[in-house]
Every structure is written in C-alpha cells, then in structure tokens.
C-alpha cells in the first residue's frame, strides 16, 4: 500500500462522516515503518442511523487478494454500504466507538512492502 492508498481509506472515512452531518471532525493519519493508523473522530448528538452497517462492512475482515484492485473497485464516489464492505476488506483492523456524543473510527491497514 502506498500513500495514494493511504489518502484514499482517509477520504472515504471523512466521506461517511460528512454524509452522516457529522462536519465538526478531526483527523489523524501516522505511517509507521509496517502500517498506516487512520483516526478520524467527530462530535454528533445521535449516532449515525447506519452505524451498525458501516461497523459490520468495516469488519467484514481483511482480503489480501483485493488490495490490487481496490481502487478500481470503489470508482470515483465511494459512499454506500459496499464501500464500506471494500473497505474492510482491505484492512487489518478496525475499531469504532460511539461514546459521550463522539463517534471515532481507527483503521490499520499494513504497508504494501513489493513496492
């Protein structure tokens, strides 16, 4: 995985914020030598109402087969729930909370190394 790829899992984060309204958010993205943490996190009175469906697509549990195509995959407007169903399937690992009126989603996803 590359940083083009590593913006893209971003975008798509931030797409489901913004299309659930949640536009008070912040983001945080760290490569490390082996891996990629996304976090993005935003203040919301309510949980979105498709949470529990973004949540199962995001651990539907990684697929290594689909990394390379990923991108062609997703098209150019990646925001319903079989993005998010991709998505998980490209990740290591994701963890979702809604707490206190804040929703906040960690992806990992490992750092293609035959680059």
């Known amino acids: 995985m590359n940083e ?3 913006l893209r899992l971003l975008s798509v984060l931030v797409g489901y914020f913004w299309r ?3 536009h008070e958010i912040n983001v945080s993205l760290k490569q490390r030598k082996e891996e990629y943490e996304i976090e993005v996190n935003g203040f919301t009175p309510a949980a979105p109402s498709d949470l529990e469906k973004f949540k199962r697509g995001l651990q ?5 087969e689909l990394a390379d195509y990923y991108d062609q995959l997703l098209g150019p407007d990646s ?3 079989d993005a998010y169903h991709l998505l998980g399937a490209v990740i290591e690992r994701a963890d979702i909370t809604y707490e206190e009126q804040r929703l906040t989603v960690k992806i990992i996803k490992a750092i293609d190394t035959r680059d």
């Open 4 to 6: 083009p790829q590593a």
């Open 20 to 22: 659930s309204r949640i």
């Open 60 to 64: 539907e549990g990684c697929q290594p």
């Open 79 to 81: 925001g319903d729930a």
